[in-house]
């Protein structure tokens, strides 16, 4: 069996495994075939983290490009002030 420490499993990783035989052991087919189902949704999984890692990082830029674009923005009004709203 290949164990992998520290790293992401990856679906050929799972598609390739190895088992010993023993007597009265499972089935290989039933293990093959729960290994690539296994197999198939890790792949789904790194796609998945894939898409969202990438529109995170392009939400990010977005937002760094905005600020620097208003950062000397400011609302002037003198007779406007946070606390104008509560005075009456």
């Known amino acids: 069996m290949i164990y992998v420490t520290g ?3 990856q679906p050929h990783q799972v598609r ?15 293990v093959h075939a729960y290994l690539n189902q296994l197999a198939d949704e890790l792949e ?11 529109e ?5 830029q977005a937002l760094r490009q905005w600020q620097s674009r208003h950062t000397g923005c ?4 003198p ?5 104008n709203r509560w005075r009456q």
């Open 44 to 54: 789904r999984l790194h796609r998945e983290l894939t898409t969202a890692n990438t």
């Open 56 to 60: 995170a990082e392009r939400i990010r």
């Open 79 to 83: 007779d406007w002030s946070l606390n």
């Open 16 to 30: 390739a495994a190895g088992f010993d035989t023993r007597w009265r052991g499972l089935d290989p087919d039933q």
């Open 74 to 77: 400011r609302y002037t009004d």
């Open 7 to 9: 790293e992401r499993l």
